[in-house]
Every structure is written in C-alpha cells, then in structure tokens.
C-alpha cells in the first residue's frame, strides 16, 4: 500500500493531484490518506508524528511523505528505508526520527526526473511516481543513488512541544507515553496538567495528559477542546514536571 503523509489538505486541488498520479502509475496498489493536514511548512514537528504514525503500518508499506518547504531549492529528493518501510520525500529533517527508531535503515538521493518538473509541486512530479514505482515493486537502485541523509543531532529524541492538534481540539506532543511516568505533570505557562487514564476517568471541563493509540502523549480537556481552552498550539513549549 501507498500511505500519504502531507501538509497540502483536503481543500484544493493538490492531494486530489497526487492521487491521480498515483492512480495512473500503480493502478493495482491501495492508498491510504493518513496525514493531509501534518505540520504545515515545519518538517520538525512533522517528523515527530511521522515517527509513531508510521509505526502502525506493516513491513513493506511506503510512505509518500510531503511536507517542503524548501522545493524548488536545494534540499535532496530522498528515498528512505527504515523498519522494513519505505518513505519518498525532501531531505530536510522530515525523517530524521524514522531513521533514528528504525532497524537497517538506507538512503538514497533521487536521481531520476520526469519530463515535465515544476519547480513548487514535487509532491505530484517526482515524489509520487517514485513513491508508485516503488510500491509496484522497482526497486530504489532503479531510480536513485545511495547516499547519506542530513541528520539533526540536535533534534531531541522526545520533543516536549505541541506537534499537532486534531479534529477534536486535543493536543498531541512529540514525547512518546513511555518517556513519562503517570506521576508527571505537564506544564503549559501557570497551568500544571495531571495524567489520567482515559477521557471517562475525569470530570467534563477538566483537562489531562495521556497516551494516545499511536504511543504519543496528548493533552485534552473531557468535553472541551485543549487548544483553545488552554492555547495549545503547534510548538508550544511544555515543561515536564515530577
């Protein structure tokens, strides 16, 4: 299967675009829209939710991954093995935390280029016919060099910031479940955050961190919506208090 993980949203033309293309290259294969509304434009918060989302999907799924702000510059068209996936996207961090998680990882520059190439959609020209090459079964060596990725050393392995916020107002952080004792408590300014279990476990109005099904830490208020009651947003700051 082909899972899409980008930032160009459901309105508009262009995850209806990549679809086509798709669609025309690898007619027989599945796609799945997880992500069209990752981090826009922020491949650092991005990163972080590509890491636990694509966990879920079984060996030998790839991953078109689009979130580049960079295209048409310099940045590197990458093909990336990691955990038995493959993932087809920018070399500008987006992967950083899948190649650092995942077993016998392996790299390699896109070489090839369609005839036509626009120079702010490579989304649609380069990254999904690769994406539908490989997922009909060419192999990268077909399309690409191997080479290096850029690496973030810097980058946390746990990020205490808001990388997300969903449908419903909850708020998901860049720290896995495991990195948090249920006795910690979350801080966002003045306002200290307690863990509970499930949304059932405390009373409507009151907000809580938990772990979501994905193995992220994601702070909610029952009934209500975290970012607006408590102005969570993509890269807000949390302190992690004992």
Known sequence: MIVL???FGLAGPYTGQVNAVLQQVAPAVPVIQLFADAPARQPKPAAYLLAAYAAWFPAGTVLLCVVDPGVGGERRALIVEAGGR???GPDNGLFELVLRRGAA????EIAWRPARLSASFHGRDLFAPVAARLAR???PSAMARETAPVRLADWPDDLAEIVYT???GNALTGLRGECL???ARLACGARQIAHAATFSAVPPGEAFWYVNANGLVEIAVNC???DRDLGLAIGRELAILP
Do not use: I, Q, S
Not at 105 to 108: K, M, N, P, Q, S
């Open 181 to 183: 004792a249920t006795t």
């Open 86 to 88: 493959t993932y087809v």
């Open 224 to 226: 209500g919506r975290a």
């Open 166 to 168: 969903d449908h419903y």
């Open 5 to 7: 993980f980008t930032d």
């Open 137 to 139: 079964g060419e192999p």
């Open 105 to 108: 990882t392996r790299c390699w």
